[in-house]
Every structure is written in structure tokens, then in C-alpha cells.
């Protein structure tokens, strides 16, 4: 058994995961997204020796990982696959997603100019949570509280020369306590979930800005809900984001390359381990 674990920065996540691999006897190659082209059409000469039988799609760049996978799972087993990635990569496409398939979410709207945006953010009433379709975290995620916060914010946005920046997704500000909840979901399972509580200097409660990691306990419900998540988006190695609120567990975000340094800070199950056997188990299949 050979598993590749494709990658752009080498992160945490990445080297405990070759290294778990290892310990469970598979062979694992760590291979550099940016270093290994991809015929798409044409003699391939270095597919197979290269990614051995399963490849843990684990770039940092969403956009890169989401093409890498669309080329290579015509070929291998690659985890998330394309159909996963094309969804979690994109909040807007998680949102209609997560409402087809009947998952509590925030209230969201999108527009498609300034105009429209500031006509849009009046009529659904401020705090608003301005977030770009594509990214992580949690930044250029803003929170507006006012008219003039969001004329400032959306010329901003008008000034910067990438379309998606143009892409006006609103989202209710959801009243919740200081943290949300982060659960880790292989396969069908749930195989860890923390709350993280946001610093005190900032209202976001993304790890990667120093948010705390304290193990969760999630009522059968709760659980229900992200399960139904990650099913909506299709089925892998998935990061489930979700508030608590009046209305119960609201889903915000799904993660397709999950970062999981702060859930195995405190949980005893080993993570990495269990994303390893899953991929193994999706070739023995
Ligand atoms: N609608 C919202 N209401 C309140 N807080 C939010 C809302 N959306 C996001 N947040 C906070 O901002 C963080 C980042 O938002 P998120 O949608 O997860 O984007 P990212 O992909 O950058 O992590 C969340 O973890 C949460 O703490
Ligand atoms: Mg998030």
C-alpha cells in the first residue's frame, strides 16, 4: 500500500500525517504540487510512480488542490475528490449545498455589485458578516455594523482587481457565544469536534488567529446536524463549521483541506491516524 500526501507549504498537518502513515507500516511520499506538472491529455510518463495508490490532497492554495485533484483522480484515488473540493472550496456553493439538503445556515445573500450590495446590506440589517466566496482563516471575514463601515468596506472591495472580491456574500451575524465548533468528520463519523473561543482581540475564532481549542461535547443532535453537513457536500475528510444560536446549531463552513493542530491539542483521539486508515480503506474497498 503506498499513499501519497500532495502538498504546497508543508504544514503540521502534513508531516503527522506521513508520519502516522508510517507507523501504521504504508509506504508515504510526500509530493510538491508546485514541482509536479500533469499531462492532461498525451504520453503520461509519471502518474503512477509517483502518487502510488492513494493521494491525501492537502495543498494550501484551494484553488490549486481543487484543479490538482480534477486532473489526477482520473486516475487515482484522491481524497476529498474534485466533487467535495468544488463545494467546500467555495462558501457560496457550500451555502446552497447545506440549504438543498435541509442543514441549518445563516441567513446569506449575494450580490453582484456595490449598488446592489449597499441596497442588499440595508434591507438585512446590520451586524452584517461579509466573507470572500474563497478563503480561509477567517480573513478579509469582516464584520459590518453600520452603512458607512459597509460603503467603506465595498469600495475597498471595488478596488481590488480580482472578480470574486466582487462577489457581495452577506451573511447574518449570527448571536453567538464567544466560540464556535469545529468537528472533524471522516467518512461517516465524527472523530473529534472542539469549540473554539475567540481571542480577546478579535471576534473570529479561526485557530490560525488564536483561537482556543477546548474539547466539545456535542449533544445527539448537534451531531446529527454535521453529519447531514458533510453529507451534503459529499463524502471524505471534512472540517465542519457550525454556531450555536436561538436556533440551534447553524452550519457556516466546510472545510475540505481540514486544519487539525488545535482539535489534536486536545483530543485523545488520534487524528491523524484515523484520516490514514480512511484513505487506505478507500483503495482496499
Ligand atoms: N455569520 C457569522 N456570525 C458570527 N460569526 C461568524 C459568522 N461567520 C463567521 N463567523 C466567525 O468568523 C470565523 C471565520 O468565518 P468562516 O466562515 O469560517 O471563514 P474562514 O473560511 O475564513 O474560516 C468563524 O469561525 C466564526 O468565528
Ligand atoms: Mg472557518
Known amino acids: 500500500m503506498e499513499l501519497s500526501i500532495l502538498y504546497d507549504r508543508l504544514r503540521w498537518e502534513e508531516k503527522i500525517l506521513a508520519e502516522e502513515a508510517k507507523k501504521l507500516g504504508v509506504k508515504v511520499g510526500l509530493v510538491d504540487a508546485k514541482a509536479h506538472p500533469l499531462t492532461l491529455v498525451g504520453e503520461d510518463s509519471f502518474t503512477n510512480s509517483i502518487f502510488g495508490d492513494v493521494v491525501l490532497e492537502r495543498c494550501m492554495s484551494h484553488i490549486r488542490g481543487l484543479y490538482y485533484a480534477a486532473v489526477l483522480e482520473r486516475k487515482k484515488v484522491v ?92 451573511q447574518e451575524y449570527v448571536q453567538r457565544p464567544p466560540r464556535d465548533i469545529r468537528a472533524i468528520v471522516v467518512g461517516d463519523e465524527i472523530i473529534a469536534s472542539i469549540y473554539r473561543y475567540q481571542p480577546e482581540d478579535d471576534w473570529r475564532t479561526n485557530v490560525a488567529r488564536g483561537g482556543a481549542a477546548v474539547l466539545a461535547k456535542l449533544e445527539p443532535g448537534q451531531e446529527d446536524i454535521i453529519i447531514k453537513a458533510a453529507k451534503a457536500v459529499g463524502e471524505g475528510v471534512l472540517g465542519v463549521d457550525a454556531m450555536e444560536s436561538e436556533r440551534g446549531l447553524l452550519v457556516h463552513e466546510i472545510n475540505g483541506c481540514v486544519e487539525f493542530k488545535g482539535a489534536a491539542s486536545v483530543s485523545t483521539i488520534n487524528i491523524p491516524r484515523k484520516i490514514v486508515e480512511y484513505a487506505i480503506g478507500k483503495v482496499k474497498r
Open 79 to 170: 481524497i476529498n475528490s474534485y466533487n467535495v473540493l468544488s463545494l467546500t472550496t467555495n462558501k457560496l456553493l457550500t451555502t446552497l449545498a447545506l440549504d438543498k439538503a435541509g442543514v441549518p445556515t445563516p441567513k446569506t445573500s449575494v450580490a453582484f455589485s456595490l449598488e446592489s450590495a449597499l441596497e442588499l446590506a440595508d434591507k438585512m440589517g446590520y451586524p452584517l458578516v461579509i466573507k470572500p466566496i474563497i478563503g480561509s482563516w477567517g480573513k478579509m471575514v469582516a464584520c459590518i455594523r453600520d452603512r458607512r463601515e459597509a460603503e467603506a468596506l465595498f469600495e475597498t472591495r471595488e478596488m481590488i482587481h480580482e472578480p470574486l472580491q466582487q462577489i457581495y456574500y452577506l
